[in-house]
């Protein structure tokens, strides 16, 4: 644990080999179990090494008598890589509690066991609500039984399973994800869970749809031969995004400043021109 020769270390007050954030703390635990006070007897704390390294370490400590008065034992045991694991297991929870992913772990029945902060967020279930439930409490309707059939198959296979998905929040609002299904395995290899690690694509799939209608409607614009059938052409792409239930295309006549509807369709108001103001 100290490194160097032992004769380096023997005769050495102890406070040598502590750290400093570290030697208030010991040497008040020291003082007050000589003196009989109640004390940790086993506890963790930060030593140094001959080269001035940090030494994460337990102790446990105890009064003996040593040649004829009370001494403090202490036992030292190296926990620096413990520690590193615990470190590394803090900073993975941080990340994966703090990430822009949703998270969802699940038994191999599909039953959820674990999902993080943004999965809470983004579907409006709560920490409680969602364990010990099924992951298809998101299921919008939109997928068919085969696309479910074929991702399961994946990964009870032991494969990794890449998707879209389109779900469905607790209020019932619609949202797209991008989706990774994993199965975990234990030491034995066999599978014990799945994760699922997926990303909020709504916005991008709302924009890829928009530069669609654009393009087809371009194309219509070249394609159509009559004003009628382009408007209908419209109408119809755009109603994939809007309700176009009541739907107009209007042209402006500067001369006397008039609209004039070439096409509409209206559940009430049966028009054709009005004046623009």
């Not at 234990?186 to 749809?209: C, H, L, M, P």
């Not at 087809?216 to 109408?235: G, M, P, W």
């Not at 400043?257 to 009005?274: A, G, I, N, R, S």
């Amino acid at each position: 644990i100290w490194g160097g020769k032992r004769e380096d270390i023997v005769g050495s007050p102890f406070t040598k080999f502590m750290h400093p954030d570290k030697i208030e703390e010991l040497v008040s635990y020291y003082e007050k179990r000589i003196a009989g006070e109640n004390v940790p007897s086993i506890y963790e704390t930060i030593l140094l090494n001959n080269i001035g390294e940090k030494v994460y370490a337990e102790l446990s400590a105890g009064i003996i008598n040593y040649l004829g008065k009370p001494a403090d034992l202490i036992i030292v045991r190296d926990i620096s890589e413990r520690k590193k694991s615990e470190n590394e297991i803090v900073r993975l929870s941080t990340a994966v509690e703090q990430g822009p992913s949703t998270i969802v772990i699940t038994d191999l029945s599909g039953t959820i066991e674990y999902v993080n902060q943004k999965f809470i967020e983004i579907t409006g279930y709560s920490y409680n609500e969602s364990i010990g439930t099924k992951s298809k409490i998101l299921n919008s309707g939109y997928h068919t039984r085969k696309c479910y059939e074929e991702l399961w198959n994946t990964i009870l296979s032991g494969n990794v399973w890449h998707g879209e998905f389109q779900n469905k929040k607790k209020n019932g609002e619609l949202y797209w994800e991008s989706a990774s299904i994993s199965p975990i395995h234990d030491n034995s290899g066999a599978i014990t869970n799945f994760v699922k690690i997926a990303i909020d694509i709504t916005e991008k799939k709302r924009a890829d749809q928009i530069q669609l209608i654009l393009y087809n409607i371009s194309n219509a614009v070249i394609r159509t031969d009559t004003l009628e059938e382009l408007f209908s052409i419209i109408k119809r792409e755009l109603g994939t995004i809007i309700d176009t239930r009541n739907f107009y295309v209007a042209l402006h006549n500067k001369e006397d400043d008039t609209l004039t509807f070439p096409y509409y369709t209206d559940e009430k108001d049966q028009f054709t021109k009005v004046p623009a103001s």
